[in-house]
């Protein structure tokens, strides 16, 4: 499942959590994974589709602010990433 996150990234917040208990899985643990299948049987015509012909451009920004809060003196980033099609 980790796979599909590249083209459905609506179950990657699940799919992550799952992944998480991947070393000690519980019961609860393959229901929610079922469950996670399930809702990817009603879906699969629904996804982000790449045309391979058309060139892509992949643009990212960031934002840091080292130490910035002044209380904690914790330090705080922020990215945004952009697919582009350049045509």
Known sequence: ????????????????LCARFQSNPKESHLKDAKRIIKYLKGTSSVGLWYPSH???????YSDSDFAGCKLERKSTSGTRHLLLDRM
């Open 54 to 60: 058309a060139p892509i451009q992949l643009v990212g």
């Open 1 to 16: 499942m980790l796979y599909l996150i590249a083209s459905m990234p609506d179950i990657m917040f699940v799919v992550c």
